[in-house]
Each structure stands twice: as C-alpha cells, then as structure tokens.
C-alpha cells in the first residue's frame, strides 16, 4: 500500500527565505503526487500535482515541486516566502489505477514565517 | 463558480445525538470523498462514492458511520449515536474521474464537530 511521510511536523523560515518542505513516499510504479495548502480553518488547496512528463512541477502562489524517482520524493519549493505561507502543508500520494482517485496524505507540516 | 459546499461549518453536539452532515459537490464531478481530519490520525478517507454507489467504505470507522449519496448533487454524512471520540473535522471533497489523466479532488472548508 502507497504510504507518505513527511519527516517535518514544523519549519520556521524567516520571511524573504527560501523554503523547501520534505516528502517521501512509498509506492510500487510512479505515483500521482499532490502538494496541498490547508490555512487555519480552512479547507485544503491544491497547490500543484505531478501525474506524468517534466518533473519539475510549477504550482500557484509560486510554489514548485521535483520528482526525484530515484529518492522516492517530491519536496516543495519556494525561492522566497511570504507571511501569507504560513499554513500547514499536505502532500498526498494518488495509487494509479482504477482507484487513483484514493489519495493517501502524509501528517502534515505547519509552515512558521516569522519576520 | 462555485467549489464543494459543506454544512454546517461547525457544531457542538451532545454525546449520544446524532449528526448529520451535509455535502454538495462540484457540478459535474462524479466521484465524491468524505475525509475525517484529527490531530492523531491526520486526513483519513472514510469514504469514496463514484457516480452515487459507494465504492470503497474502508475508511468508514464502525457502523455508527454512514453515507449516502443520492443523488449527484447530495451526500450527507450520519454519526449515530455520536461520541466525543468522533470530534473531528469531516471534509467533503469531489472530483470528475475519468480520462486519460488523474484528475484533481476539489475540498469543501470542512464541518468542524465537537462531541461534549
């Protein structure tokens, strides 16, 4: 069974960083991956998703995520944070097949701007 | 246009009461999710209806739970009898299932239930 994990619960970046927030996932041929934004009392965003081709996925708000098969991850990106990230952070992997619409999610990481 | 409509947005319960909740998908979307999101488990999928029938209820913790979906505008959630166990946030998602390609589940902004 396809699994993820998101070895990060917290991240604290100061504003104007740069970010990368961490998955891995565990699955047996190549996944559909999803990075999702979940604000505080809302519900989650999708922020971008790889199914297939260039491996290097640009999303909105100027997130971006890579496919690393080799490294069974698909980390988030963005060159220059700002207070409004702050927010906590989904990535999900989707099983190919008849069932690909299963997404399973990792726990999660609360993205900390601070100024 | 419009996204994936939940109601209530929250709600303060007895134990023991039951709970409904209330699910309206994006139009034209033929598969909809019913996710449960807590502090220990995370987001867990309860469960997945695909052009109305349930197709996979795995998810779905114990025969106090039940969905129905029926129509393609329309699903609720029941929890009876209810308990402080089951305080959670319960997310509606949905999405068009088809193609060549995955597609992408749309999120409601979650019914947020308190069990006392």
Redesign the interface.
Known sequence: AQSVTQPDIHITVSEGASLELRCNYSYGATPYLFWYVQSPGQGLQLLLKYFSGDTLVQGIKGFEAEFKRSQSSFNLRKPSVHWSDAAEYFCAVGHRGTSFQKLVFGTGTRLLVSP | DAG?IQSPRHEVTEMGQEVTLRCKPISGHN?L?WYRQTMMR??E?LI?F?NNVP??DSGMPEDRFSAKMPNASFSTLKIQPSEPRDSAVY?C?S?F?GGA??????????SWLTVV
């Open positions: 994936v598969s999710f995370g987001l999928l997945y695909n197709i996979d997310f998602a999405s299932t390609f995955g597609n992408t589940i749309y999120f409601g902004e979650g």
